[in-house]
């Protein structure tokens, strides 16, 4: 059965870089990787999406290995503001796939002063 | 006014009661998906749509079922509410290029309490 795992909670402190990381062993070719943040009482917001390597945008890296196994999250020079629960969600939707979306059941981070 | 809509906010209701949730999109996305989320299950998919003729079951659609009237509306209904239907219930949408089915836009969530 496909499943997504990653750490319940991490803490961290302002200024520091942040790795969360989500395995994935049963990925499947066509599957993407795709991170959110969500804050309390919000729906989730994107962060981030890759298939393989390293993808990086204006606020996130993501590291995929060659097996895509595994992906990790980096957020670099993590505020107070980054506080919150960040999603890894591994799956697809196309047709022709075993259309299936897997959510990891979320990583609370808490940035401290 | 937010790209993605959803109303009412909160809801209680009794067990046995019909209920819809709406939502509306202003992203001009095609697609679009309705999720629940509860502690410890984390996010699970129950309907989704790629255009205003289709209509997919997502992995939890029982007791659930789905309107998309138009482009930018798609409603949730629970037929007969039970208490295990008491969740937060997220829409969401993606568009169609390469990658979008994968990068939504959620909204901000109906709080949904069946005593």
């Known amino acids: 059965l496909a499943k997504t795992t990653q750490p319940i909670s991490m803490d961290s402190y302002e200024g520091q870089e942040v790795n969360i990381t989500c395995s994935h062993n049963n990925i499947a070719t066509n599957d993407y990787i795709t991170w959110y943040q969500q804050f309390p009482s919000q729906g989730p917001r994107f962060i981030i999406q890759g298939y393989k390597t390293k993808v990086t945008n204006e606020v996130a890296s993501l590291f995929i290995p060659a097996d895509r196994k595994s992906s990790t999250l980096s957020l670099p020079r993590v505020s107070l503001s980054d506080t919150a629960v960040y999603y890894c969600?591994?799956?697809?939707?196309?047709?022709?796939?075993?259309?299936?979306?897997?959510w990891g059941l979320g990583t609370s981070l808490a940035v401290n002063p | 006014d937010a790209d993605v809509t959803q109303t009412p906010r909160n809801r209680i209701t009794k067990t046995g009661k019909r209920i819809m949730l709406e939502c509306s999109q202003t992203k001009g996305h095609d697609r679009m998906y309705w999720y629940r989320q509860d502690p410890g299950l984390g996010l699970r998919l129950i309907y989704y749509?790629?255009?205003?003729?289709?209509?997919n079951k997502g992995e939890i659609s029982d007791g659930y079922s789905v309107s998309r009237q138009a482009q930018a509306k798609f409603s949730l209904s629970l037929e007969s509410a039970i208490p295990n239907q008491t969740a937060l219930y997220f829409c969401?949408?993606?568009?169609?290029?390469?990658?979008?089915?994968?990068?939504?836009?959620f909204g901000s969530g109906t709080r949904l309490t069946v005593v």
């Open positions: 969401a949408t993606s568009d169609s290029s390469g990658t979008g089915d994968y990068g939504y836009t």
């Open positions: 749509s790629f255009d205003v003729k289709d209509i």
């Open positions: 969600l591994v799956g697809s939707l196309r047709a022709g796939n075993n259309r299936k979306l897997i």
